[in-house]
């Protein structure tokens, strides 16, 4: 059995699957192989504020999760930074003042997401 989580709706399945494409249960988002969470380090969930800082802008959102590689991070509205650009993570309730690289983004019924890899 292989645990997966959609990338659209964020919910989590197992399935023995071993197909090139799979089709989420939950929201019926067809994903491919690629888009498999391929992710071997534990996270941790922790939804915490924290900013986002990119040249003079400073962003509010929301940790999704913490692991020694990076952090998931989500908030209402559109994200104003794309993928592979560096951007400086502070979360004073989990003591993280570090610069990381945008590894992916998703936009979803007004809802952002990323994920941030540390540098």
């Known amino acids: 059995m292989n645990k997966l989580g959609c990338p ?5 399945f197992f399935t023995a699957a071993r197909d ?9 988002f067809i994903m491919k192989a ?4 391929r992710r071997v380090r534990e996270r941790t969930t922790a939804q915490k504020p924290c ?12 940790t999704v999760d913490v ?3 990076g952090m998931g991070i989500k908030m209402m509205g559109y994200l104003p930074f ?13 003591d993280i003042e570090k610069q990381a690289r945008v590894v992916w983004t998703r936009k979803f019924y007004g809802i952002s997401r990323a994920g ?3 540098l």
């Open 82 to 94: 794309d993928q592979d650009e560096l951007v400086n993570i502070s979360v004073k309730e989990l």
């Open 51 to 62: 900013d986002i800082v990119k040249g003079d802008i400073s962003v509010p959102a929301k």
């Open 67 to 69: 692991s020694e590689a």
């Open 8 to 12: 659209r709706c964020e919910n989590v």
């Open 20 to 28: 090139a494409s799979l089709r989420c249960p939950y929201c019926g």
């Open 116 to 118: 941030l890899s540390w």
């Open 34 to 37: 690629e888009e498999y969470d």
